[in-house]
């Protein structure tokens, strides 16, 4: 996954998420969020999937208050459903 670091809190940074068997359509449901303690912070909005590499642009996804700056965040990615990686990133 790139960038892993120094995200925007706010949001609209693109990631690639690199993989294999990927789906090659926007059809097929893709979820991907960051995960703290307490729940779901965000999610990645998926604009392109190719067999090898999935890109997102994420939204906001930190406390309103900027608590969460510095902070590492979990990063799941499911496929119709089905946990298809986890990874870490830090705002």
């Known amino acids: 996954m790139a960038p892993a670091t120094e995200l925007n809190p706010i949001g609209m940074d693109t990631i690639v998420i690199t993989g294999t068997s990927l ?17 779901t912070r965000g999610t990645c909005k998926v604009v392109e999937s190719k067999v090898t590499e999935i890109t997102c642009i994420t939204n906001e996804f930190t406390d309103p208050r900027g608590s ?21 990133l830090t705002v």
């Open 23 to 39: 789906p090659t359509n926007l059809d097929s449901i893709v979820e991907i969020e960051f995960l703290k303690s307490g729940g």
């Open 68 to 88: 969460d700056v510095g902070s590492t965040f979990d990063l799941k990615v499911m496929i119709n459903g089905d946990v298809a990686t986890s990874s870490q």
